[in-house]
């Protein structure tokens, strides 16, 4: 393993206090997904649903987009995001695959080579 202990891994974006305080719009709006009828809501009017949360424009475009690491870099934390990836039909191994810009095949591949 190459590196200083706690320095960024090249080509990740890193969560700490100001990502949290960047991202407390989004990660506030994927929260309140534990509620079924505010997922509902998201699916009905997503665009009134995310202006109730105060998206930025920047974390706006990345919802817009499905791109869940334009969320992670607009401050989106995670384990927040899943429930939004669970309402936009992904699951964990989809998700790590647009992370890492693989397709879903070759992220587990990568993952049964890793083990």
Known sequence: MTGEPGAPIPGTTLFD???AKKGYAINAMCF???DERNRKAFVEDEDAYCAKFNLTPEQRK???DRSVLGMIEA?????YLAKLA???GL???DVG???TGLSVDEFKQRLLDQA
């Open 97 to 99: 695959a647009l992370q």
């Open 62 to 64: 990345a919802v817009a």
């Open 32 to 34: 309140s997904f534990n």
């Open 75 to 79: 401050g989106g934390n995670i384990y």
């Open 86 to 88: 669970g309402i936009l």
């Open 17 to 19: 206090g100001d990502a």
């Open 91 to 93: 699951n964990v191994q």
